[in-house]
C-alpha cells in the first residue's frame, strides 16, 4: 500500500467512511462526520500511520486531505502516487 494509500484509509477509518468513497477532495466541516471530535481522531489515526508527531498549529491548520498530504511533507514522509 502506497503512503497515499494509507493516508485515504487513515481518513475513511476516522470518519468512520466505507472503502469506496473519495477522499482527496474532503475539507473539514465539509461532511458531516468531520465535526471537531473526528478531527482529532483523524490526527491520531494520521501519527499512527506515519509514526508522526503533529504539532497544534499543524492540527489547526488541518483542513482537508490536501493540507494532510503538505503536512505529512514537512514530516518528511513522500506520498507521490
Not at 5 to 18: C, H, I, Y
Not at 55 to 77: N, R
Amino acid at each position: 500500500m502506497s503512503n497515499l494509500d494509507r493516508l485515504r484509509s487513515a481518513f475513511r477509518t476516522a470518519l468512520g467512511l466505507p472503502d469506496g468513497v473519495d477522499v482527496d477532495r474532503l475539507e473539514y466541516r465539509g461532511i458531516e462526520q468531520w465535526d471537531s471530535l473526528a478531527h482529532l481522531t483523524l490526527v491520531a489515526e494520521i501519527e499512527d500511520a506515519f509514526d508522526v508527531m503533529i504539532d497544534t498549529d499543524e492540527v489547526i491548520d488541518l483542513s482537508s486531505f490536501g493540507k494532510a498530504v503538505e503536512i505529512l511533507g514537512k514530516h518528511d514522509v513522500a506520498l507521490a502516487g
